[in-house]
């Protein structure tokens, strides 16, 4: 089993920021791309973030040069560091992971709970 957890959501005002972190544990053999997605209400989940193992990263337009992602490979987490925020940034923030296990050859992708980003005007 793997999960991953997030932490760091809340409210905040515009050009303000919030620092969101997502642990993965459970049986990882390693782990390949780590990503960040938001969901608005009623709207579609999207990338905002990823990085691989080796450490190339990728941002949705709408965020470049406001957040920046890191991990840290040996404990498994990836962090999702948003400045200088938006209320068009309000949504639920999960993250993901490319999880390769002890038990089971290939990746699959796992899924975090969700924490929400509300940003207010």
């Known amino acids: 089993q793997v999960q991953l957890v997030e932490s760091g959501g809340g409210l905040v005002q515009a050009g303000g920021s919030l620092r969101l972190s997502c642990a993965a544990s459970?049986?990882?053999?390693?782990?390949?791309?780590m990503g960040w997605y938001r969901q608005a209400p009623g709207k579609q989940r999207e990338l905002v973030a990823r990085?691989?193992?080796?450490?190339?990263?990728n941002y949705s337009d709408s965020v470049k040069g406001r957040f920046t992602i890191s991990r840290d490979n040996a404990k498994n987490t990836v962090h999702l560091q948003m400045n200088s925020l938006k209320p068009e940034d309000t949504a639920v923030y999960y993250c993901?992971?490319?999880?390769?296990?002890?038990?089971?050859?290939?990746?699959?992708?796992?899924w975090g709970q969700g924490t929400q980003v509300t940003v207010s005007s």
């Open positions: 993901n992971a490319d999880v390769r296990t002890y038990y089971r050859g290939g990746y699959d992708l796992h």
């Open positions: 459970g049986s990882i053999f390693s782990i390949n791309t």
């Open positions: 990085v691989s193992s080796g450490g190339t990263t």
